[in-house]
């Protein structure tokens, strides 16, 4: 299976290195352009990929376009492949923020297209994405399973409406930034405390992972597991009270409010 992407920035390298890492493609399976050459092509030559001429010769050698570039060029970028795409027809997969699947028909003009809009997180590097899909009318059973697995291979997928993908933005595309600042804020306080910034901060990574994959794994609320850690008159209780003074949960979900708001812009 022939790769291409349009764009070379944090998102497309991420899903790259994840899918070569886990063995899913290899690198000579992947077509890349980007803005600027001294960009794509020094990670093309690390990587093993086909650094292509310009965004039409990735569409030209790929049977699955990934579209990684930010929303304000988005659209000038599918006129630009508009032609080979037509005469291609490949599957177009869009990482694009805020742009419709009939909205990148419309910027490719060709209502045909191939389309599928998926929104994943920069986890997918290490195996441990979180991505949604949503296939387009155009797109086959087969086609849709095939990119599915790629994701599957790199985390988890579920399949959403298109409606839904500002708050998956919230939840999943946009929060592991925020999850690396609540991480930096409890290694921060260790480091007050006297410990060194280094096992500051791993200790607290590893309870947040180890956290994680208790919420995952068990069968209660996560509501429920915090009980069960707050012992009667203990330290943890102090501390959660303390937070909720300080608007802890308000200012988590005020955060995803502010990001569902500016993803439906
Ligand atoms: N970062 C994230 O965690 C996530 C991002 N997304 C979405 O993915 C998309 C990409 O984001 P991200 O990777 O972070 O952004 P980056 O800014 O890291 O990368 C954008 C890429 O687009 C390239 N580019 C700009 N103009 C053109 C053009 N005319 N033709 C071809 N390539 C071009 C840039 O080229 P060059 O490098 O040469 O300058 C760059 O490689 C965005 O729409 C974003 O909303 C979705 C989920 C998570
Ligand atoms: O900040 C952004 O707009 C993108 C979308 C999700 C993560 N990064």
Redesign the pocket.
Known sequence: MKLGF?????????IINGLIAEQKISGEDVYI????????ESYAKEKGLNPCES?SDVVKNAEIVFL????I??K??LE?VSTEFERKNPVLVS????VSIAELADALHFPAAKIIRI????NVEIGEGMTALKAGKKVTETEFSEVTDLFDSIGKTTEMEEKDFSTF?ALA??S??YVYLFIDAMSRSGVKYGLNKRQATEIAAQAVLGSALKVLEASKSPMDLVDDVCSPGGTTVAGLLAMEEYGFTTSVIKGLDATVDKDKK
């Not at 929104?119 to 920069?122: L, S």
């Open positions: 349009i764009g070379a920035g944090n998102m497309a390298r991420a352009h980007s803005a600027h050459k001294s960009s794509y965004n990684a570039v930010k929303p060029v988005s000038d970028v630009e990482m694009v923020t805020g929104m994943p997180n920069v933005v595309g946009s592991p930034a």
